[in-house]
């Protein structure tokens, strides 16, 4: 089956989703629809389509011709923009983060379900060839016994980057480095470690002129014993330097590094196997091709839809990395370490009292 996409917010990000899906035979674009006029218009005089101001009208128009809208507005609308839209029954392609707050996201997918619309968010990295394989190494058990993993975002954001939407860096709309920068980092954390048992962060604002924070560290407990960093800066000057991720193990070591995890820089294990001889030729980088992963993540929504094959990334598993986010900056407001769920310690549900 085609799935046919409505973009709901057409400013920069709305053009890798057009490249993206112009290369996945099984997909199209109806509409674009953005509050600003120009904005929209700009789009839609681009790609041939029609354009709208109100998402209301673009469904009444072509509601029978969109499968998925694709949810590009800033990040505190995407909340309200999925309930607000859950009624017309459409699945929903969301750029991270899902939303800010988790009520607001548990309202979201509660609403979906009730519509029967499905949610999936957009982590791309999750298909860049060196984390795949990376992920491969994780599940085969080849690093044994997990002990640490760091992600390091250290990106430029200068202040004209901020000044030049008054929604960035706000705590209503925005966050700072971890919700914006960092989340795919943070998700690429818990996909490769799992569970998060409790977190300690800190955050300053150095550089920039926002409200949420520039700067951020944390340490996280993970379910199986082990330990995580999370370094995460747009203070990073004077250009882009990072944004990696490594895991260590006992029997091994691995970093994927570049600008965006795309590029691997340390692949080392004890015992070696065969494969590690190629494995910098064959899954050492992403093709040079604009938006490829986000290719490769639409591409995967649409198998999901068709024939239910796994590995896109849904609603709740964006709840998860949201949840980890929003733990981030109670520890840092508190100063305390905060834990991620419930852990029974009087109950005596399960446990035989003989």
Avoid at 182 to 196: E, F, T
Wanted: charged share 25%.
């Amino acid at each position: 089956m085609k799935y046919r996409f409505a973009i709901l917010g057409c400013g920069a990000v709305s053009q890798k989703h057009m490249q993206a899906l112009g290369r996945i035979e099984d997909a199209s674009v109806t509409a674009g629809c953005d509050i600003s006029e120009n904005t929209a218009k700009s789009f839609g005089e681009k790609y041939g389509l029609p354009y709208f101001t109100d998402p209301h009208k673009m469904m009444a128009e072509k509601g029978d011709e969109i499968d998925i809208i694709t949810v590009l507005t800033p990040s505190g609308l995407h909340g309200r923009n999925i309930i607000d839209l859950a009624r017309y029954g459409k699945h929903f392609l969301v750029e991270k983060p899902l939303a800010l707050r988790l009520d607001e996201t548990d309202e979201l997918l509660e609403a979906c379900d009730r519509f029967g619309g499905k949610i999936f968010v957009v982590k791309q990295n999750r298909f860049n060839r060196p984390i795949v394989k990376l992920k491969e190494a994780v599940v085969a058990g080849r690093f044994g016994k997990l002990v640490m993993a760091t992600v390091r975002v250290r990106w430029c954001r200068k202040q004209e980057y901020y000044s030049a939407n008054k929604w960035r860096g706000t705590w209503a709309m925005d966050g700072g480095v971890l919700t914006n920068q960092a989340s795919h980092h943070i998700d690429m954390l818990m996909w490769l470690m799992g569970d998060v048992e409790s977190v300690q962060c800190q955050t300053s604002t150095r550089l920039a002129n926002i409200e949420a924070e520039d700067t951020a560290a944390a340490i996280l407990r993970f379910s199986n014993g082990a330990l995580g960093i999370i370094e995460a800066t747009t203070a990073t000057r004077p250009r882009d330097y990072e944004g990696s991720v490594s895991v260590m193990g006992e029997k091994g070591i691995v970093e994927v590094g570049g600008f965006a995890m795309n590029k691997l820089k340390t692949w080392d294990f004890d015992p070696a196997i065969d494969d590690d001889k190629e494995v910098f030729e064959k899954w050492g980088e992403n093709p040079n091709e604009p938006a490829w992963n986000h290719a490769e993540y639409i591409r995967s929504l649409v198998g999901h839809l068709n024939d239910g094959r796994l590995g896109v990334v849904d609603g709740l598993q964006g709840r998860k990395s949201l949840e980890l986010i929003n733990a981030m900056y109670e520890s840092a407001e508190t100063g305390q370490q905060v834990a991620l769920r419930f852990r029974p310690k009087m109950c005596k549900l399960g446990i035989s009292q003989e």
